[in-house]
């Protein structure tokens, strides 16, 4: 299995709350992506990142801002929630873009 | 942008059963398709990975073609068996992105 961890597996906010999620990788693949997953849409592209410091903007952006300082980690930050973020989102890498997708297991995210 | 459909939604066969699942695409001029299954609440795993140039690759009991001018991909599962009972994705790869379907949502009898 690739070795992606997210972090945190779990959580529940409150709308107006700033919420960092974190993806971990150890295969020191190039391209990381954050995806969301709602029932009836399938997975959604939300920002990706193709090296460190270098990212752009996936179909549904808004809301979401995201950090790549080191090869090995992506941060996803929902600056102030909204109930419409509450989703499962999940993490991918591939080598080269859009090479081979591993995902990560999914952080849950409830927003009340 | 590209629009990606998988039909059937839902798919119920009893164990021993050859299938075929269906991805269509609108958009032909792709990199790649991957394949993929997500058993419930976790995340997704990699399947099959087709090239553009290729028509079929396989992986055991699983073949998936690739007919880019018209836009298809198939998934093949041959014998099938309780554990394979998961939804699958297809995902084109565009660019540096890929596209994914709502998936087939596979229940294998026993």
């Known amino acids: 299995d690739a070795g992606i961890t997210q972090s945190p597996r779990h959580k529940v906010t409150e709308t107006g709350t700033p919420v960092t999620l974190r993806c971990h990788q150890t295969?020191?693949?190039?391209?990381m992506y954050w995806y969301r997953q709602d029932p009836g849409h399938g997975l959604r592209l939300i920002h990706y990142s193709y090296g460190v410091k270098d990212t752009d903007k996936g179909e549904v952006s808004d809301g979401y801002s995201v950090s790549r300082s080191k090869t090995e980690d992506f941060l996803l930050t929902l600056e102030s929630a909204t109930s419409s973020q509450t989703s499962v989102y999940f993490c991918a890498i591939s080598e080269s873009g859009p090479g081979e997708l591993f995902f990560g297991e999914g952080s849950r995210l409830t927003v009340l | 942008k590209q629009e990606v459909t998988q039909i059937p939604a839902a798919l119920s066969v009893p164990e021993g059963e050859n299938l075929v699942l269906n991805c269509s695409f609108t958009?032909?001029?792709?990199?790649?398709l991957q394949w993929f299954r997500q058993d419930p609440g976790k995340g997704l795993t990699s399947l099959l990975l087709i090239q553009s140039s290729q028509r079929e690759q396989t992986s055991g009991r699983l073949n998936a073609s690739l007919d880019k001018s018209s836009g298809r991909s198939t998934l093949y599962i041959a014998a099938s068996q309780p554990g394979d009972s998961a939804t699958y994705l297809c995902a084109p790869g565009v660019g540096n992105q890929f596209y994914f379907g709502t998936g087939t949502s596979l229940t294998v009898i026993p």
């Open positions: 958009d032909s001029a792709i990199y790649n």
């Open positions: 295969e020191n693949h190039r391209y």
